[in-house]
């Protein structure tokens, strides 16, 4: 089955205890993408990634970092989360042109 | 930037009724999407629809991209359908950020 598969799906930590958060799809997806999604903000992107090794900065990418090592797998890392990064975050993926195919989401949860 | 405004904010339908949500865009756009925010959050892709009209079971959107507007038809609503509807536009082909309206809340009741 063709997905774009996040974990954790949910997760309560502690500010400043680094923690990544892994998205891996199946498509051979050149494009790859993160969001968050606030109340009252909307979605906004992060940070996406053209194909391996290439990747930038979205609307809101302070606090994050990304890496693109595999074609599959887009990891979102923060390295030192605060509270202000309480949100649900989405990835996604799509060949070049096409569609764009979300995962089911991370809630993740600084206090 | 470019601006998405869907409508209605919110709408609330009895079982088996048929309803039309609307999302304007400011600009042209290279692509434009239609999703569904379940209650469980999760987003689902329901049409990849920059023009033209495209049908998939109950539900079937059309795109008039010279006007800069598409629907969304929901006809024999469920209680499955509820949660939201988000319209997505793209315009940058490189960084392809999509730029999210600010949803319609459908409610369907039994």
């Known amino acids: 089955e063709a997905q774009v598969t996040q974990n954790p799906r949910y997760l309560i930590t502690v500010t400043g205890k680094k923690l990544t958060v892994t998205c891996s799809q199946n498509m051979n997806h050149e494009y790859m993408s993160w969001y968050r999604q606030d109340p009252g903000l909307g979605l906004r992107q992060i940070y996406y990634?053209?194909?391996?090794?290439?990747?930038d900065k979205g609307d809101v990418p302070e606090g994050y970092k990304v890496s693109r090592k595999e074609k599959r797998n887009f990891p979102l890392i923060l390295e030192s989360p605060s509270p202000n990064q309480t949100s649900l975050y989405f990835c996604?993926?799509?060949?070049?042109?096409?569609?764009?195919?979300f995962g089911d989401g991370t809630r993740l949860s600084i206090l | 930037g470019i601006q998405v405004e869907q409508s209605p904010p919110d709408l609330i339908l009895q079982e088996g009724a048929n309803s039309t949500l609307r999302c304007n865009f400011s600009?042209?756009?290279?692509?434009l999407q239609w999703f569904h925010q379940n209650p469980w959050g999760q987003l689902i892709n329901l049409f990849y629809i920059p023009s033209g009209t495209k049908q998939n079971g109950r539900l079937s959107a059309t795109t008039v991209a010279t006007e800069r507007y598409s629907l969304l038809y929901i006809s024999s609503s469920q209680t499955t359908d509820s949660g939201v509807y988000f319209c997505a536009v793209e315009r940058d082909t490189g960084r392809r950020a999509l730029t999210f309206g600010s949803g319609t809340r459908l409610q369907v009741q039994p």
């Open positions: 996604a993926s799509s060949l070049w042109g096409g569609p764009q195919h």
């Open positions: 990634s053209m194909n391996v090794e290439v990747t």
């Open positions: 600009d042209s756009v290279n692509n």
